[in-house]
């Protein structure tokens, strides 16, 4: 099986002159994409990066980014996004952990390089793309002046890209999917989201997010035009969708809540898209309504996954999509695995199978599984068991049917917004906070958001709920950030000292129609 970059090659071959991707008014045929990242591959192998070698990139969607990607895996590297949204102090942990001989930044972040070039232990080359001239080299010239490399083979077994998902120690781990798990994934989305020569994919969420990166990929295995949307911007997004005769989209819930609000997207002519995918985060049923009457002509296509999976391991199908009557209920569900992927729900302590309807954590079996996360085989050997399963943190049920409902999470993971939010990151914070005896980061409902972290705070001194949260935005990414703070003599734990953090957040969720939105 040939790897994604000889997918790209063999693309460009068969169609050179058709539309690659299309960033605001810049656009490549598969042609050039083809040569941009033989030129990628050529700039970073003068820069001494090799196989294995890992380049780290901050920037918004481009085709840049896109580029360096491919680039990247040409010689055996693997690109390393980096969530734009973070604060310096934890993209430099970031670029540090991933030991990145090369960092490319977008114009936008010089001010962030600016706060963290000093402190990159293994990074020999700062790229700035179309920033203006200053101490950094400037990207293009870059390229232009590199030398033509011999490109050396890579195996499908070869990392092809090293996201960041932060676990609940709250330091940020680096998953490790290779060509092979993108390979096992992309073959069944052409049937299921009705995908054929004339589809324009939209790529509206950041490409350091799973989806965002796995649909670029998709467009190249597609063979398609994609379209890569700068910002996650709905009114933006719309008028791409309008311009360009967008067929398939994927959005989080969030956004989908905005965009019936908005006029401008209400005046958008989005009757081209077939497919409108959504997950990342639960939705309700109110959003979906509302999405639902927006593109009354369009296909709805739930999914569910984890960076871990590459991405989507269940779909819950357009057909199952009903808002009346018996499939109604169905709607809750996160659908049915993918081909080739098997599911169990089991006892998260012993891991003993449970029958249907029985709530136990969610494991998955599937080549989508990532390799394992970077430098760390305790965590790795956590994750993936014995028998290929792995161990998805998720709390679930399978009905008898075979759907899979999403019920709670075994770990402490908030998802706000799309994003994930691990507590102890933020507890960390709070606790450096001198007016701080003790404290608890939980989620709770938010009609925005689908819900944001709350901090329980026991307090040794005086301090208001304003302070204590500019202390955590001075630190953390501001989604990240508690949006309010309720005080307690006490924080519950177990004998062993362990946070009962169910009983914390039973209250806020007690009155809603799913214990996690």
């Given amino acids: 099986m040939a790897g994604l970059t000889d997918v790209l090659r063999e693309r460009a071959e068969l169609h050179p002159d058709r539309i690659a991707y299309i960033a605001g008014d810049l656009q490549s045929t598969y042609g050039d994409f083809d040569r941009r990242a033989d030129r990628a591959?050529?700039?970073?192998?003068?820069?001494?990066?090799?196989?294995?070698?890992?380049?780290?990139?901050?920037?918004?969607?481009?085709?840049?980014?896109?580029?360096?990607?491919?680039?990247a895996a040409r010689i055996g590297a693997v690109q390393v996004p980096v969530n734009y949204r973070l604060e310096p102090d934890e993209v430099a942990y970031i670029v540090n952990n991933a030991r990145a001989k090369?960092?490319?930044?977008?114009?936008?972040?010089?001010?962030?390089?600016?706060?963290?070039?000093?402190?990159?232990?293994?990074?020999?080359?700062?790229?700035?793309?179309?920033?203006?001239?200053?101490?950094?080299?400037?990207?293009?010239?870059?390229?232009?002046?590199?030398?033509?490399?011999?490109?050396?083979?890579?195996?499908?077994?070869?990392?092809?890209?090293?996201?960041?998902?932060?676990?609940?120690?709250?330091?940020?781990?680096?998953?490790?999917?290779?060509?092979?798990?993108?390979?096992?994934?992309?073959?069944?989305?052409?049937g299921a989201w009705d995908i054929d020569d004339a589809s324009v994919m939209a790529i509206a969420m950041p490409m350091y997010h799973v989806a965002g990166h796995a649909l670029s990929i998709c467009v190249i295995y597609e063979g398609i035009t994609g379209v890569l949307n700068r910002d996650p911007d709905p009114t933006a997004i719309a008028r791409a969708v309008e311009r360009h005769r967008v067929t398939h989209l994927f959005l989080v819930p969030a956004l989908l809540q905005f965009m019936p609000m908005i006029p401008a997207v209400a005046e958008a002519d989005m009757s081209s898209l077939r497919i409108m995918l959504y997950g990342a985060s639960p939705i309700s049923e109110d959003v979906l309504r509302g999405a639902m009457a927006m593109l009354p002509h369009?296909?709805?296509?739930?999914?569910?996954?984890?960076?871990?999976?590459?991405?989507?391991?269940t779909m819950l199908p357009a057909a199952d999509h009903d808002l009346s009557g018996p499939g109604l209920r169905r709607l809750r569900s996160a659908g049915l695995p993918n081909q080739g992927c098997d599911l169990r729900i089991v006892d998260p302590s012993t891991l003993a199978d449970l029958p249907a309807g029985a709530v136990g954590e969610i494991l998955c079996?599937?080549?989508?599984?990532?390799?394992?996360?970077?430098?760390?085989?305790?965590?790795?050997?956590?994750t993936l068991l014995p028998g290929g399963w792995l161990r998805t943190g998720d709390a679930g049920y399978l009905d008898e049917d075979g759907y899979l409902y999403i019920h709670d999470r075994v770990k402490?993971?908030?998802?706000?917004?799309?994003?994930?939010?691990?507590?102890?990151?933020?507890?960390?914070?709070?606790?450096?906070?001198?007016?701080?005896?003790?404290?608890?980061?939980?989620?709770?409902?938010?009609?925005?958001?689908?819900?944001?972290?709350?901090?329980?705070?026991?307090?040794?001194?005086?301090?208001?709920?304003e302070e204590l949260i500019e202390h955590c935005r001075a630190r953390l990414a501001h989604f990240k950030c508690p949006t309010s703070v309720e005080r307690?003599?006490?924080?519950?734990?177990?004998?062993?000292?362990?946070?009962l953090k169910r009983e914390l957040r039973d209250p806020y969720w007690r009155d809603e129609d799913r214990p996690v939105r």
């Fill in 41 to 71: 591959a050529a700039a970073l192998a003068a820069s001494g990066v090799g196989h294995g070698d890992r380049v780290a990139i901050l920037d918004k969607n481009s085709l840049e980014y896109a580029e360096q990607c491919f680039g």
């Fill in 102 to 190: 090369v960092f490319i930044v977008g114009p936008e972040f010089v001010p962030v390089l600016d706060a963290v070039a000093s402190r990159l232990e293994h990074t020999t080359h700062l790229i700035v793309i179309g920033g203006p001239p200053g101490a950094y080299r400037d990207y293009s010239t870059w390229l232009d002046e590199a030398p033509a490399a011999v490109l050396p083979g890579t195996a499908t077994s070869d990392v092809f890209v090293q996201l960041y998902s932060s676990g609940t120690t709250g330091l940020p781990k680096g998953v490790m999917l290779t060509h092979d798990n993108f390979l096992s994934v992309l073959p069944l989305t052409h």
């Fill in 298 to 313: 369009t296909g709805f296509i739930q999914v569910y996954g984890l960076t871990e999976t590459t991405g989507a391991i």
């Fill in 365 to 382: 079996r599937t080549p989508q599984n990532m390799k394992g996360y970077w430098r760390l085989p305790e965590a790795t050997a956590a």
């Fill in 412 to 465: 402490d993971m908030i998802i706000s917004g799309g994003e994930n939010v691990y507590p102890a990151q933020i507890e960390n914070v709070l606790m450096d906070h001198p007016a701080v005896g003790d404290c608890a980061v939980i989620g709770v409902p938010d009609e925005r958001w689908g819900e944001t972290p709350k901090a329980v705070v026991v307090l040794a001194a005086d301090a208001t709920d």
């Fill in 488 to 499: 307690r003599d006490s924080i519950p734990r177990n004998p062993t000292g362990k946070i």
